[in-house]
């Protein structure tokens, strides 16, 4: 008597069951109401998907020699014949290798019951139909193709006799995938006698008149399958890999990386000055951003031209500069700002992107701690930045920001390269040709079609400091310690706690820490009147500088240049000349330059030498001479100035507009409020309003919670209780309504549409009996047991147990379905 899944999960003793659980977490979102559903979703094609892309190359292949070993009517195999066959080869595995992997295979039951009468789960074919790249039996394709195969001598002089064109096909299908496309008329023959009137190397209908295909599917090597497509038979396909093995060559390690490891020393010296150079972009990024904002396109995202603006003013390619404009989005650090009287929502033209209030706030952290801001947002962020510039699907361009680049598998992509390098020996520098054939031995489900996102992870990596020199840094891989066990933490399963938010510094900021210059709080002031700050600026300083001097050249000692117009800057920002003098002697370790002194002096001098008002707005000054020369200049002919009095002129115009015309023609005016006092400030800042970043969300949004077992038996109890309940229901007879009510000994199901759909998918499959609730034409309800045999199109064909009658059912009538056991 065949044994079905859910009988084998029954079976299992509650740890065992939540070990299951625990490999496989999709299973319990939602929990399960009893362990018939839970055997529905094990078998489900899409959990049955997630298993496989979470298992290695060698376990696949140990998977395909089950499935190739099964028997044609009973469905089972056993471990001795999947040893058998992966042993058949010229390096042979140790079996303890190949029983090992068995066991990783039952433990997440893909396969399933004792050794000698081992299943496959259900899905598993529909998910990966090839096996070991094989193609279908011979009988399941073409008799007379059938009939070839059954005769190994006489398949064995036909692969013989095949031109070394079609013997290239053959090997080539043989490797897999078994099933090829094929040129438009290379399947049809040309009429009888038409070859002798073409020449050699004429065509008809598209392929040559010798064409390699068609010998191939004239010799039954090959068997069309479509117009346009040829598979090649199972039996076909081992006997051409006779010397490499049925399932190819088997590799039961990863493959080894050449490079020795470098220095460590040396691989976090060179990430940790990639950091400082990462903050010191970003904040040059945001400050570009701040004087100008970027609009918002109408499509969304940042337009190219602004990309390119930005990239000049940091000093960066396009590429980079759309990395650190993406991370500092996703770090919480850029906005959007709707502008005044917009109405168009978040991708409207009345939209401007600029530094949010958290940018303060992260200006005011060490160096370290705003690196990790930046890296953890990276690690999270479902964005592949490698997209911009790039064209979408309707050929236009995709842009900084913008929703086209947003890919929901990126986080998973940067953990499993990351994960390749963390498992390395440190300082350990693979090449990228290295790390992908790493990658596709892990997980080849996953990477297979993904290296060149893969390639993009190991370049941003470089970029953001979290390597050095090709390596995983020790910061980077304490950082991806941290953020993988808030992903995985049992009481934090959305990681949505992480040690900077709780005040206490991580362990990777502690170690960058250490790899970083201390912070100085001084500079050395030259001859020159330049500004030498030997090492990276302290927060409090670095305002300072930003205010009374310009920045000229950045590095492990930046350069800034004070000028007539920084200190005109600073007077502006309520500086005195007094002030400006003690914050030079309390920060220079060098004496002050006696130019410096007189810079000072000269600048405050004329600094308020003229007063503005408003009337519209008046400039009055007590230099009558100076009144004059505005006057009379020709650059202010715009602001339509009037003598009132040899010491006040007046202009239609607004205070802030003269302010601004009269500083860019060289003056130095300062406002008054009504009582003629001095008016100073700092320019107020525009700010988008403040924004979380992506690094309180999970590393792969993708993923289920990982719980911990004390909850997963909780969970096991929860499914015991329902499967009680459920099978207590179906001893309990239902009530058939219909043209003639009756009692019949089935029960009413309890399943949602979507579970019971699962239901008939796999009775299909295993051509089980299943009561089937549903509601018929008048709305009445009722129940019947079933053996469904197909569903397609939107109906459901079920024979009848009882009468033996084909019957078809709308699916959306059927409201459940439970399994008869």
């Known amino acids: 008597m065949t044994t079905s899944l859910a009988d084998h999960l029954r079976a299992l003793p509650d740890e065992s069951l939540a070990a299951l659980l625990q490999l496989r977490p999709d299973l319990v979102v939602p929990v399960p109401a009893d362990v018939s559903a839970l055997a529905i979703r094990a078998e489900s094609r899409v959990s049955v998907a997630r298993a496989l892309d979470g298992l290695d190359q060698f376990t696949l292949q140990i998977l395909d020699a089950a499935r190739l070993t099964r028997h044609p009517e009973e469905g089972t195999t056993s471990t001795d014949a999947v040893l058998a066959m992966a042993t058949a080869g010229p390096h042979p595995p140790a079996p303890t290798t190949v029983r090992g992997a068995v066991d990783r295979l039952r433990a997440r039951f893909l396969l399933y019951g004792p050794e000698h009468a081992l299943r496959v789960a259900g899905s598993v074919d529909e998910v990966s139909p090839y096996p070991a790249g094989l193609g279908r039996p011979a009988a399941e394709l073409d008799l007379r193709t059938a009939a070839l195969c059954a005769d190994p001598a006489k398949l064995r002089r036909t692969l013989l006799a095949a031109p070394p064109s079609a013997r ?54 090959l068997v069309p399958v479509s117009a346009g497509t040829v598979e090649l038979p199972r039996e076909v396909g081992l006997l051409l ?104 929502g978040r991708y409207g033209a009345d939209q401007q992107v600029l530094p949010t209030g958290g940018y303060e706030v992260w200006r005011a952290m060490s160096l370290a701690h705003r690196w990790e801001q930046l890296a953890r947002a990276w690690l999270t962020m479902t964005r592949q930045v490698g997209l911009v510039g790039q064209r979408d699907d309707r050929d236009r361009p995709i842009s900084v920001l913008s929703a086209e680049a947003e890919r929901a598998g990126a986080p998973a992509a940067r953990r499993a390269v990351l994960g390749v390098l963390a498992d390395l020996e440190p300082a350990t520098a693979p090449t990228p040709d290295e790390v992908l054939e790493l990658l596709d031995w892990r997980a080849p489900r996953r990477s297979r079609g993904r290296e060149a996102a893969h390639r993009e992870v190991l370049a941003e990596a470089a970029q953001l400091g979290v390597t050095g020199l090709g390596a995983l840094t020790s910061y980077g891989r304490l950082l991806l310690a941290d953020v993988t066990e808030a992903d995985e933490r049992a009481d934090d399963p959305l990681g949505l706690r992480s040690d900077a938010e709780s005040g206490d510094p991580s362990s990777a900021v502690r170690a960058l820490d250490a790899l970083l210059p201390a912070p100085v709080d001084h500079f050395l002031v030259q001859a020159d009147l330049s500004v030498v700050v030997p090492g990276p600026p302290d927060p409090a300083l670095a305002a300072e500088l930003d205010v009374v001097a310009e ?128 008016v100073l400030s700092r320019p107020k800042t525009r700010r988008a309003p403040a924004r979380a970043s992506v690094s309180t969300r999970a590393l792969d949004p993708l993923a289920a919670p990982k719980l911990a077992m004390p909850r997963l038996l909780g969970v096991v109890e929860q499914i015991r209780r329902g499967d009680a309940a459920a099978r207590a ?34 009775a299909v499959r295993d051509k089980a009996l299943v009561w089937v609730g549903y509601v018929d034409a008048h709305g009445a309800t009722a129940s019947r047991l079933l053996r469904p045999v197909s569903i397609g199109a939107g109906y459901l064909r079920a024979e009848d147990d009882r009468t033996e009658m084909l019957h078809t059912f709308a699916l959306h009538r059927i409201t459940a379905a439970v399994r008869e056991d």
């Open 551 to 678: 920045h000229e050249s950045a590095g492990g000692a930046s350069v800034h240049r004070i000028t007539t117009a920084s200190v005109r800057r600073a007077l502006d920002a309520g500086y005195t000349a007094d002030d400006l003098h003690a914050l030079f002697r309390r920060r220079s370790r060098t004496p002050i330059p006696q130019g410096l002194t007189y810079l000072i002096d000269d600048v405050a001098r004329k600094h308020g030498g003229l007063r503005l008002g408003s009337a519209g707005g008046y400039v009055r000054s007590d230099d009558e001479a100076l009144l004059a020369e505005v006057l009379a200049d020709r650059r202010l002919e715009s602001m339509a100035f009037r003598r009132l009095a040899p010491t006040v002129l007046v202009t239609p115009y607004q205070v802030g507009r003269m302010l601004l015309a009269l500083r860019d023609a060289g003056y130095a005016p300062v406002p008054e409020d009504t009582s003629g006092a001095t």
């Open 241 to 344: 890999r006779r010397d490499s093995g049925p399932l190819g060559p088997l590799r039961t390690s990863p493959p080894s990386v050449t490079a020795p490891p470098r220095e460590p020393k040396a691989v976090d010296s060179a990430g940790a000055g990639q950091t400082m150079e990462l903050v010191r972009h970003t904040e040059a990024l945001l400050e570009s951003l701040a004087a100008e904002p970027a609009p918002v396109l109408r499509s969304g995202g940042v337009g190219v031209r602004d990309l390119r603006r930005l990239a000049r003013g940091v000093g960066l390619d396009e590429p980079a500069t759309a990395l650190v404009f993406e991370v500092a989005y996703a770090a919480g650090l850029v906005g959007e700002l709707d502008l005044p009287g917009s109405t168009t």
């Open 729 to 762: 229901a179906r001893r309990a007879p239902a009530v058939v309504r219909g043209s003639a009510a009756r009692v019949a000994a089935g029960p009413m199901p309890a399943h949602s549409h979507s579970e019971a759909l699962a239901v008939l998918q796999q």
């Open 168 to 221: 290239a096909i053959l090997d080539r299908l043989a490797a897999g995938p078994p099933v090829g496309s094929v040129p438009p008329g290379a399947l049809q023959a040309p009429p009888v006698g038409a070859e002798a009137d073409l020449p050699p190397d004429a065509t008809y209908g598209g392929a040559p008149t010798g064409s390699p295909i068609r010998w191939l599917v004239d010799a039954r090597l």
